[in-house]
Nanobody
Framework: VQLQACGGGSVQAGGSLRLSCVAS????????MGWFRQAPGKEREFVAGINWRGDSTYYVESVKGRFTISRDNAKNTVYLQMSSLKPEDTAVYYC???????????????????WGQGTQLTVSS
């Protein structure tokens, strides 16, 4: 499966943005999906994930209550709705797919099998 992340851009602190991850070459409905981010000079970190059934989500503490991950299997797309954005959210955001059919959300980067190319989010103060 190929993943393409899009929707990044520049936004002021407090603003909102929605990232999309469009899958091709496979049905996103059978994959657990995750969003990761990498800020300049930092390691890539898990941000949010949703299991393949869509009934379990998990967020890193720093984005809880501000970010929401969702999936639209009919559109083969996973979204990351971000609100109350902060400058520290600035990073390149990546989507990834996990083919393990786990009922739990996978947060470990190495467990994901497919990756999108990343989309830049810049939040200015």
């Amino acid at each position: 499966v190929q993943l393409q992340a899009c929707g990044g851009g520049s936004v002021q602190a407090g603003g909102s943005l929605r990232l999309s991850c469009v899958a091709s070459g496979g049905a996103v409905s059978i994959y657990g999906m995750g969003w990761f981010r990498q800020a300049p000079g930092k390691e890539r970190e898990f941000v949010a994930g949703i299991n393949w059934r869509g009934d379990s989500t998990y967020y890193v503490e720093s984005v809880k209550g501000r970010f929401t991950i969702s999936r639209d299997n009919a559109k083969n797309t996973v979204y990351l709705q971000m609100s109350s954005l902060k400058p520290e959210d600035t990073a390149v955001y990546y989507c990834a797919a996990d083919r393990r059919l786990s009922t739990m959300v996978v947060t470990t980067e190495s467990f994901y099998d497919y990756w999108g190319q990343g989309t830049q989010l810049t939040v200015s103060s």
